[in-house]
């Protein structure tokens, strides 16, 4: 009896449940303003195609001046700096927010609150404050990857830590080891390799998020992109987009197989 009265109310919260999500896609469609196509839209779309598959390769490499491989060097070099920066600044962050590393939950309640904080800001509006202080280029791209990425390098690492095996901690306690003897024979060795699959996992979001910061000034390969954009030089986009595309791929395919070895 239980079963079968408990398939009416089930399918009544179902249907509920859909009607809402279907009620949400509605109004998030009229809410659109849709003003139709214009004259010379199947024209212009025509015309981005063409450029795209007909990339200007002549870009890819020019002694004497920017081309394609400096560029696509400026953004790796920014990702790896950044990744760098953050990797080993968020490491206090992680401690601090883990629940198991203190005995007071308002210490680690106002450590994973303080990484919320920096996730709060995306990284395209941190490089627009870096670049008003310092200056367009790499060195504000640097500074917003380096500084974004704490707040999510922070929460891994600290959910790492908090699911790290205390045996070995209890047993170097019980023998007389201090705080620090443990944190360095007990816990790193445990969290050390989950440290490095977290940021080489943030390295390939960094390598994304630095092409785009290049579209505002923040170095990489987006600054020729924005100016191939606004001269419509459709083939050079292409040849561009093509170069990201394979760079991200290749180092996707790299760290996905490091990552595996370490976990």
């Given amino acids: 009896m239980r079963t079968e009265t408990a398939k009416p109310s089930f399918r009544i919260r179902y249907w509920l449940v859909a009607l809402i999500v279907l009620a949400i896609y509605i109004w998030s469609f009229l809410g659109i303003e849709f003003g139709g196509l214009t004259e010379n839209a199947g024209r212009d779309f025509a015309t981005i195609v063409r450029g795209l598959f007909n990339p200007d390769w002549g870009y890819v490499y020019i002694p004497e001046g920017e081309d394609l491989i400096r560029g696509l060097l400026d953004t790796l070099a920014i990702s790896i700096i950044g990744t760098f920066i953050s990797a080993i600044l968020c490491v206090p962050f992680a401690f601090w927010a883990a629940t198991n590393m203190s005995r007071f939950s308002w210490v680690s309640g106002s450590g994973k609150f303080m990484l919320s904080f920096i996730r709060t800001f995306p990284e395209i509006i941190m490089a627009i404050i870096f670049i008003k202080a310092v200056g367009p280029g790499a060195y504000a791209g640097v500074l917003a990857l380096g500084l974004h ?115």
């Fill in 149 to 263: 990425s704490i707040g999510m390098l922070g929460k891994l690492y600290s959910e790492a830590i908090e699911n790290l095996d205390l045996g070995p901690t209890e047993a170097l306690t019980a023998c007389g080891a201090n705080r620090l003897q443990v944190l360095w024979f007990a816990v790193i060795p445990q969290v050390l390799p989950h440290f490095f699959s977290f940021a080489l996992y943030r390295f390939e979001i960094n390598i994304r998020s630095a092409s785009i910061l290049g579209l505002i000034g923040a170095g990489g390969i987006g600054a020729p992109l924005i100016l191939a954009l606004e001269a419509r030089a459709w083939d050079r986009v292409g040849v561009i987009l093509l170069g990201i595309i394979v760079m991200v791929t290749i180092i996707d395919i790299i760290s996905t197989s490091i990552r595996r070895k370490l976990v």
